[in-house]
């Protein structure tokens, strides 16, 4: 995150420039090449560097959703722009997920893996490696998709007039800063983004933390297990739930819903652990489907900012 706050005003400069594609396919091969040196970490330092690498290197994220909304007519932004962020969303999911069920493969499935392998040598290798190979296939993938940046410049040709071109030319720094709305929404994203990453991060250790330190004292296994009914849970709500809400509230209303439920949400986690057997797995599980969708919709209003000189 840290590499990518120094880095993300400029991919959205490239991205005007250049084009959303090239920016797209550099991020993504980003992390086929840190991701899996990471996965080679053999110190603490050398996972920071790589990690920091991978996040200075990737504009993905801002990329592709100026490319959703201008790939999609404005009647379906609300359906591209869902489906960029629960992607997002599903990633942080599953990824934890992922890593949990593969990490140290020499001492979970000892019969295939030996300890003097390569993936036993290097325990974390395992589920690098393969989120590495599946983004090599996107990268792929991305090299067939149009190109949006000229549609877009053309599209402004054609309905805007020379003097608000020029005028457009003329805007600065200053004058961004002075637009409320803009500002005020990215404040708001950022406030929201920081409790969302510290969650994200906090999750997987509390859970694998002991009783007595109020943790719930599972395994990596069963991390993964609520990670992953969370993702398949929250692709299906927000592929057919998020677009219908989108529509009847609107978007800022979905935000102040999401950030307004998500604090009694995140108050109950500590008594969550006073709880054993069923009641503990089906309070987790639905605490954390819930806390993921509220998250996912709430990264949703960024949509809101592009509509609100409109209304």
Sequence with gaps: ??????????????????????????????????????????????????RFLLGFFNGVLGTTKA???????????????????????IGLVIGPAL????????????????SDSLFGRFPYLLPCLCISIFTFVVT????????????HKNNELGSTSDASIAEEKDSTLLSLLKNWPLMSSIIVYCVFSLHDMAYTEIFSLWAESPKSLGGLNYTT????????????????????FFPIAERIFGPIMIARISGVLSIPLLTTYPYIALLTGFML???LNLASIVKNVLSVSFYMKIDCIDRLPNQ
């Design 281 to 283: 797995t089906f309070t």
């Design 67 to 89: 490319y959703a909304c201008e790939l999609f007519p404005k009647e379906y932004q609300g359906l591209g722009l869902s489906t960029t962020s629960t992607s997002w969303g």
């Design 99 to 114: 890593g949990g069920f593969l990490a140290q493969p020499a001492e979970k499935f000892p019969s295939l893996v030996s």
């Design 140 to 151: 792929i993938g991305v090299t067939w998709l149009p190109e949006t940046l000229h549609i």
């Design 221 to 240: 296994d069963d991390v993964g297990m609520v990670l992953s009914i969370t993702g398949a849970c929250l692709l299906l709500s927000q592929t057919t």
């Design 1 to 50: 995150m840290i590499g990518r706050t120094f880095s993300s005003v400029l991919w959205g400069m490239i991205a005007d420039r250049y084009g959303r594609k090239p920016v797209i396919i550099l991020g993504t091969l980003s992390v086929v090449i840190f991701n899996t040196i990471f996965g080679f970490s053999v110190n603490y330092w050398m996972a920071i560097i790589t």
